[in-house]
């Protein structure tokens, strides 16, 4: 598999921080990271609604791109709760997260219910995140690989090879995720990389398919960013706890850039 152009960098601030929290850490977070060029580095934030809109203002005109946690599948209608694409269009978001572990596993959304955000997504020409992982069970029964392409398969069913492009995926293993999480080995974590690409390219093709980035997430941390960043199926890291203080985000940064641009 090719390396791609950029390097890929973010953080989910799941139902962390305010609306102020958010403005300070975007801030501080664009300040640290001014002299990185736009091309070399994606660099994105995800964080709660309530905190979108001041999010977006906050760094316009910089690189980083913002992004909602989650996204209803429809346009507008009987859904309390629910967020549309067309309310998040409004807004000036960039991209949308599908699938975080926390919402399949603690709110239990399904593949199908992913598959319809995916391609809502998409289609609303937003940037998705497509989130997919093993549970520990899954890993301990061996089934892994089946589990991801499944994920894949059904979550990616309706999207074309045009769509595609504005695809990301990320392989967060839902025992790595969190407080409790143990996290992958760099070794484990390359070779489940490798079984999505190969994936992404039997639906997409090869040429679509190896340009989709694959990133990483659950526990990351400043031990062992460098060991998954150097590992030729790993397009880039997701981060929840680690990056959520900006200097601590862009001692990451700092770590890891020099040895993707490497090669
Ligand atoms: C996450 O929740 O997506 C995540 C990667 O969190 P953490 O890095 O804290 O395990």
Not at 1 to 29: E, H, P, Q, V
Not at 43 to 55: E, G, N, R, W
Not at 136 to 159: A, M, P
Not at 216 to 237: K, Q, T
């Amino acid at each position: 598999m090719r390396r791609l152009d950029k390097l890929y960098l973010g953080t989910n601030t799941k139902m962390y921080k305010t609306i102020a929290d958010t403005c300070a850490f975007l801030s501080r977070l664009e300040e640290l990271t001014e002299d990185i060029p736009k091309e070399e580095l994606e660099l994105f934030v995800i964080p709660s609604y309530t905190a979108l809109d001041a999010a977006v203002r906050t760094v316009k005109d910089s690189k980083i791109k913002i992004g909602s946690q989650n996204m209803g599948w429809e346009d507008e209608g009987q859904f309390t709760g629910e967020i549309s694409p067309v309310m998040l269009n409004e807004i000036g978001v960039d991209l949308v997260m599908i699938g975080h572990s926390e919402r399949r596993h603690v709110m239990g959304e399904t593949d199908q219910e992913e598959e319809r955000k995916a391609a809502k997504a998409l289609g609303s020409g937003f940037t998705a995140l497509l989130c997919i992982g093993e549970t520990l069970e899954e890993k301990n029964y061996g089934i892994s690989d089946e589990v991801l392409r499944t994920q894949l398969k059904i979550g990616l069913h309706s999207i074309d090879g045009a769509q595609a492009r504005k695809l990301w995926v990320a392989y967060e293993p839902v025992w790595a995720i969190g407080v409790n999480g143990i996290p992958a080995d760099e070794h484990y974590a390359d070779e489940k990389h490798w079984v999505i690409k190969k994936t992404l390219c039997e639906l997409f093709g090869d040429e679509t398919g190896s340009d989709i980035p694959v990133l990483y997430g659950g526990s990351v941390n400043p031990g062992n960013a460098e060991l998954l960043i150097r590992m030729p199926n790993i397009d880039g890291l997701f981060i929840g706890r680690s990056a959520w203080e900006a200097d601590h985000f862009n001692q990451i940064i700092r770590a890891v850039m020099p040895i993707w641009k490497e090669g």
